[in-house]
């Protein structure tokens, strides 16, 4: 299925690429997903988020300066696999669902699975574990798959925004060292105004910081494999809610989640077409 919403959109399968056409090559914001399967909340959100990009693109003045002059590319499901699996087997799986050589147990944790660090800290080499990193860094087709495309659109993509749920954090580089990123201050600034835009709706706390000090230690992320490509902007949300529903967050909290996590990540647009 390829899909063309208001000549502002292509999607293919469920992927988009949001942002007025142009015939100049445009910089790129890089988005992803349902990372891990049973944090239902991120799809929710890559969803809103095309919705909101193509209904408001001409009238809201925000929008429309960003994809006038950015694209937005948007995995919405990145551990498609596994999230089939929650809803068909198991609410709370979380990895992926392949199958592991010597092994019964199935799946890698996709955010453990990629080279940066890779399998060094807050990782487990055993396939049974939760935070298993996988024979090999992108030994999994989604991560590999992913760091291809990123890879291979590395001058366009500026910045790389993963989400995932839950906690209410915004975090940014390092999680596998406790060594502060080159552009920390920039990072933490940027977090901290995103994080304050997403406040002003409803009230939601957020705390922004580094993964290492501010979740836990854990290597083979995603945002630190995307910061260290070269991506500056590298954040990784955790949306609502701090653990009362956890994963099982209710319908009744989709709609002001994905609007007050909408103002985070304009926020970040914003500050990086400042910033080209
Ligand atoms: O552990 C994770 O992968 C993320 N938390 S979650 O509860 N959604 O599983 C945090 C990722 C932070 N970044 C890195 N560890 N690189
Ligand atoms: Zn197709
Ligand atoms: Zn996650």
Redesign the pocket.
């Known amino acids: 299925v390829h899909l063309l919403l208001k000549d502002l959109t292509l999607c293919i399968h469920y992927n988009c690429i949001v942002g007025k056409s142009s015939t100049s090559p445009k910089p790129a914001i890089f988005m992803d997903c349902g990372?891990?399967a049973r944090?239902w909340i991120s799809p929710a959100f890559c969803q809103w988020f095309v919705n909101e990009a193509v209904t408001t693109y001409g009238s809201d003045s925000a929008m429309t300066t960003l994809l006038n002059s950015m694209d937005v590319y948007v995995l919405p499901v990145f551990n498609i696999d596994g999230y089939v699996y929650t809803h068909t087997s198991d609410r709370m799986w979380?990895k992926t669902r392949s199958r592991n050589s010597g092994s019964s147990c199935i799946g890698t944790?996709p955010?453990?699975n990629?080279d940066?660090g890779w399998c060094t800290i807050?990782a487990s080499s055993n396939p049974c574990s939760e935070?298993f990193c996988g024979s090999t860094a992108e030994s999994e087709i989604e991560s590999k798959n992913v760091a291809n495309f990123i890879r291979d659109n590395k001058s366009t993509i500026k910045a790389y925004l993963?989400v995932?749920?839950?906690?209410q954090l915004l975090?940014f580089?390092?999680?596998?060292t406790f060594d502060l990123a080159a552009d920390h201050s920039e990072l933490l600034t940027v977090a901290k105004g995103a994080s304050a835009a997403l406040t002003s709706l409803h009230g939601t706390r957020y705390t922004s910081g580094p993964?290492?000090a501010t979740?836990?230690?854990?290597?083979?992320?995603?945002?630190?494999w995307a910061y260290d490509l070269g991506i500056k902007y590298s954040y990784?949300f955790?949306l609502r809610d701090t653990g009362y529903y956890g994963f099982l967050l209710p319908e009744s909290q989709i709609q002001p989640t994905c609007e007050e996590t909408m103002l985070a990540v304009n926020y970040i647009a914003a500050h990086v077409l400042k910033n080209l």
């Open positions: 990372i891990h944090e979380r944790d955010n453990r990629f940066a807050g935070t993963t995932h749920s839950y906690s975090l580089p390092y999680s596998y993964g290492a979740i836990y230690p854990a290597a083979g992320g995603s945002d630190d990784t955790e």
